[in-house]
């Protein structure tokens, strides 16, 4: 399997609830990243996180980081129809820092 | 807020032309890559430049791929013989003193191969 796989692929909520992505990578590394992409758009970088960091905070998002999992999430919380896009995780590989293998997303769908 | 920015948003080509991409990445950015998203698939990267040269490649960068950094400011990916699986939706994006921070991708071209 590949690098950086997101669950699920898909996602629907209501305005106002949370929203949770998964993403599963195979290698060390040494940061991950979410980024966000609207429908056609460029990529729009959202949060990083250190291979030593846990938890990181940004605005409505959080992310958490288990190296022994070898597994990443992100939260959305207080949805809004603003924020449906698609979202993926991307990684450095094995350490090399020198390229990003992304995951294959999740589309995010949030109704008002 | 500082951005990356690509020329054309979308360009359409025949088969076996040439075509360059055109970006203009964050001025004081060091660390530059390109990458390519067929329609429905995941994001792919094809190369990343560095000190003016290439510091990396992929398998899909062959010899019909190259970049150049020609003044300083543009950063172009060229693809000398352009076929119908070329076409995608290209990103540039930069980082600044090490590529271990966020990158800022442009919005993309939309490259056709008919």
């Known amino acids: 399997s590949q690098q950086g796989e997101e669950d699920p692929q898909a996602l629907s909520i209501q305005e106002g609830e949370n929203a949770t992505m998964n993403c599963s990578y195979k290698?060390?590394?040494?940061?991950l990243q979410w980024y966000r992409q609207n429908s056609g758009r460029g990529l729009v970088h959202l949060i990083l996180i250190r291979s030593n960091e846990r938890e990181k905070h940004s605005g409505r998002l959080r992310v958490t980081l288990d190296t022994s999992k070898k597994s990443s999430s992100l939260l959305i919380t207080a949805s809004r129809a603003a924020d449906t896009a698609s979202y993926f995780c991307a990684t450095d590989y094995e350490g090399n820092t020198d390229k990003l293998i992304f995951g294959t997303g999740t589309r995010l769908q949030v109704f008002p | 807020e500082p951005e990356v920015t690509q020329t054309p948003s979308h360009q359409v080509t025949q088969m076996g032309q040439e075509v360059i991409l055109r970006c203009v990445p964050i001025s004081n950015h060091l660390y530059f890559y390109w990458y390519r998203q067929i329609l429905g698939q995941k994001v792919e990267f094809l190369v990343s430049?560095?000190?003016?040269?290439?510091?990396?490649k992929s398998e899909i960068f062959d010899d019909q791929f190259s970049v150049e950094r020609p003044d300083g400011s543009n950063f172009t990916l060229k693809i000398r013989s352009t076929k119908l699986e070329d076409s995608a939706m290209y990103f540039c994006?930069?980082?600044?003193?090490?590529?271990?921070?966020?990158?800022?991708f442009g919005s993309g071209t939309r490259l056709t191969v008919v």
């Open positions: 290698t060390s590394i040494n940061n």
């Open positions: 430049f560095y000190n003016n040269e290439i510091s990396e």
């Open positions: 994006a930069s980082t600044g003193t090490a590529p271990t921070y966020g990158y800022t």
